[in-house]
């Protein structure tokens, strides 16, 4: 399988505790993204890598959300102390190609987060 | 700040019936379009994806249109089929502060009725 992978598909946590989510994108690819969505609503920008460096991070982006790419390979995302509110699902997508523009973003199966 | 709009919020069609999903965008300076499917509980599936230079993609039986100047873009869905039920959603691709990234609809969740 060449596409995203996304691990776990599903994690279900008290709230306070930490988790951590992890991202294989497209080998080739060295754009990374991380989106959250919830019920009923659109996928919403969370942060982008290229290649191994975090070029931006959206305001919905709180202190308590850590997203790494260690070798421009795979990603991780790390929210501490968490809330119901963080309960959503969080996908992760990558792109390629030498354009910055004209490629085409692919998605992974996401990871849904619920917080009791 | 860009947004990305698409109505209906959902769509019940009988089998067989060709369809449109609408999405319409506020600001022009899109570099592309890509449109996506969505099953209940899963991830999004690249459906086309048209370039700002361009006006349509075909691919089977979809068919994607941009118009830049009006902010519209339709997905044209033909001979629809049970299998079609999930939701659409369509994303812009914008320049932010450090990347390209997407900004999507909130998608027209769509029933086709055997």
């Known amino acids: 399988d060449t596409g995203v992978s996304q691990d776990p598909r599903h994690k279900i946590t008290k709230r306070g505790q930490n988790v951590t989510f992890r991202c294989d994108p497209i080998?080739?690819?060295?754009?990374l993204y991380w989106y959250r969505q919830t019920l009923g609503q659109g996928p919403e920008f969370l942060t982008y890598f290229q290649n191994e460096a975090q070029l931006e991070k959206s305001r919905l982006l709180s202190d308590r959300f850590s997203a790494e790419r260690p070798k421009g390979s795979f990603s991780t995302l790390e929210i501490q102390r968490t809330e119901q509110g963080d309960s959503a699902m969080y996908l992760c997508?990558?792109?390629?190609?030498?354009?910055?523009?004209?490629?085409?973003?692919?998605f992974g199966q996401g990871t849904r987060l619920t917080v009791v | 700040k860009q947004e990305v709009t698409q109505i209906p919020a959902a769509l019940s069609v009988p089998e067989g019936e060709n369809l449109v999903l609408n999405c319409s965008f506020t600001?022009?300076?899109?570099?592309?379009l890509q449109w996506f499917r969505q099953d209940p509980g899963k991830g999004l599936t690249s459906l086309l994806l048209?370039?700002?230079?361009?006006r349509e993609q075909t691919s089977g039986r979809l068919n994607a249109s941009l118009d830049k100047s009006s902010g519209r873009s339709t997905l044209y869905i033909a001979a629809s089929q049970p299998g079609d039920s999930a939701t659409y959603l369509c994303?812009?691709?914008?320049?932010?502060?450090?990347?390209?990234?997407?900004?999507f609809g909130k998608g027209t969740k769509l029933s086709v009725i055997p």
């Open positions: 048209i370039q700002s230079s361009q």
């Open positions: 994303a812009g691709l914008y320049s932010g502060a450090g990347s390209y990234q997407l900004t």
């Open positions: 600001d022009s300076a899109i570099y592309n």
């Open positions: 997508a990558s792109r390629g190609g030498q354009s910055r523009s004209n490629t085409e973003a692919f």
């Open positions: 080998s080739e690819h060295n754009r």
